[in-house]
């Protein structure tokens, strides 16, 4: 036994009628080299290739009529079969569609503890109702209308595949990733701490407290930031939250404050 020999972490098999939707992207970044490093594998299956007809045909009218075309159910139930033969069972097979749940970062920490996971992406109106069958859940990534399930595949692979221990470089700042607490972002800076911006624009500053080197302090005016950008951008997120004392205290007063605002 080689004292070099890794084991892929996690294999994603991608259903598409369009590979190199799937495949581009993939060759840049974070994720691209974790599938150069072994820590990630990515298959991505044609879906033309499980039909037996001559053209290749992988669409058909719908029954009763009505606009648009339907994914046929054989090529798809074929690929499934050829993952499920190649991965064995159980295997989680994701169907990518409107009409699925919304995923969320809590759907993507439960999926990175799994080790095949099939992604099946719909096109034209949708898949055959009888597909749905073969597919262990069922994922939308918004309320708005895509062309096809290729782009909410790649952001469910993406959210999923960062979460694997190795991808991503920094290990703390996937820990710390504020969504896992449920706050947003405090605001970052970078040199120069004064910017002018065109001729003669106003000159940009960085806030005072973080250049003075007090951590307390900084810590402190982050904790605010990220707790007051959140009361005002994303309110529902608080609700699920999981905040520190420090942080539900700054909560208390920043509420305080604005409905003092509110009653002036
Ligand atoms: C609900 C919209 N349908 C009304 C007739 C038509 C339709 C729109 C878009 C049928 C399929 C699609 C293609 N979209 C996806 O496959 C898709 C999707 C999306 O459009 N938005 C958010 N998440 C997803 S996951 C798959």
Redesign the pocket.
Known sequence: MSGFSRTVSMTFDIVTIFPRVIEQPLEAGVLGRAIERGVLDVKVHDLRRFTTDRHHVVDDVPYGGGP?MVLKPEPMFRAVDFVEAERGRPLTVIL?????RRFTQADARRLAACQHIALL??????FDERVRGRATEE???????????EL?ALVILEAVARLIPGVVGDEQSVAEDSFSRGLLDFPQYTRPAELTVGESGPTLRVPEVLLSGHHAEIRRWRKREAVSRTLTRRPDLLATASLDEEEKEILRALQDDRMAEWQK
């Not at 990518?96 to 699925?100: D, F, H, I, L």
């Not at 992406?121 to 949708?126: D, F, I, L, N, V």
């Not at 994922?139 to 399930?149: H, N, Q, R």
């Open positions: 648009g990518t569609s409107p009409q699925g992406c719909g096109r034209y109106e949708g994922l939308s990534i918004g309320d708005y209308v895509l062309t096809g399930g909410p």
